[in-house]
């Protein structure tokens, strides 16, 4: 049973537009959600996170925006640039074991010059 | 900032022989440190806690006598993949909890080829 979701596998974007990437879970238990950005054979690299009580966290061109009605969260970057091509994970934890993550499948973003 | 080191990033064994990957903090403390499981094109999927001292906590479905996680100092937590088959083939990533302030590190990840 997967509980985070994300359900599209590669998105395509020009650069210097908005790149939306979302994720869907189902554990109402979840409270911190982040996003990792990964190259292959590399380790996932911290984005942004929120915690539940929040529905936006900005930090820079990243920004996370999470709806717990509808259990859905998105990370918006904008303007996207080149070097944000990479596979992006979401992660959420909770229910208190607050460090054990439970990760999408991730979505592999290319943005085009 | 925080650093998490894998070694070794790439592996390549036999089948029917065991491989240790290792897993350190190197600026910080870990009393926790979690390893996971990358199949291609899928999700990380979380193999096993680990408490420093303490015996490693499994995830559902994973064979804890064919990973063995030993976590023992607060910087060092080590994965074994005993008598390993090509079906181990993956790439295994740890990451550590920081003992002050609970932020989570990941490494590098190791990549794993059984022939």
């Known amino acids: 049973d997967q509980q985070v979701k994300q359900n599209s596998p590669s998105l395509s974007v020009q650069e210097g537009r908005i790149s939306i990437l979302n994720c869907d879970y189902t554990?109402?238990?979840?409270?911190?959600f982040l996003w990792y950005k990964k190259y292959p054979a590399e380790g996932p690299t911290f984005l942004i996170s929120?915690?539940?009580?929040?529905d936006k966290n900005e930090d820079g061109r990243f920004t996370v925006f999470l709806n717990k009605s509808a259990k859905h969260l998105s990370l918006h970057i904008v303007p996207s640039q080149p070097g944000d091509s990479a596979v992006y994970f979401c992660?959420?934890?909770?229910?208190?074991?607050?460090?054990?993550?439970?990760f999408g499948t991730g979505t592999l973003l290319a943005v085009q010059p | 900032g925080a650093v998490v080191s894998q070694h070794p990033s790439r592996v390549i064994c036999k089948s029917g022989t065991s491989v240790k990957i290792e897993c350190r903090s190197l600026?910080?403390?870990?009393?926790?440190m979690f390893w996971y499981r990358q199949f291609p094109k899928k999700s990380l999927m979380l193999m096993a806690t680990?408490?420093?001292?303490?015996?490693?906590t499994y995830e559902q479905g994973v064979e804890k006598d064919k990973f063995l996680i030993n976590h023992a100092s607060l910087t060092l937590s080590t994965l074994t993949v005993t008598s390993a088959h090509p079906e181990d083939s993956s790439f295994y990533i740890c990451?550590?909890?920081?003992w002050g302030t609970g932020e989570l590190f990941f490494g590098e990840g190791s990549r794993l080829t059984v022939l």
């Open positions: 680990s408490n420093e001292g303490s015996k490693a």
């Open positions: 990451s550590a909890s920081h």
């Open positions: 929120i915690s539940s009580i929040k």
């Open positions: 554990n109402s238990m979840f409270d911190y």
């Open positions: 992660a959420a934890s909770g229910g208190g074991a607050t460090n054990k993550l439970i």
């Open positions: 600026d910080f403390q870990a009393t926790t």
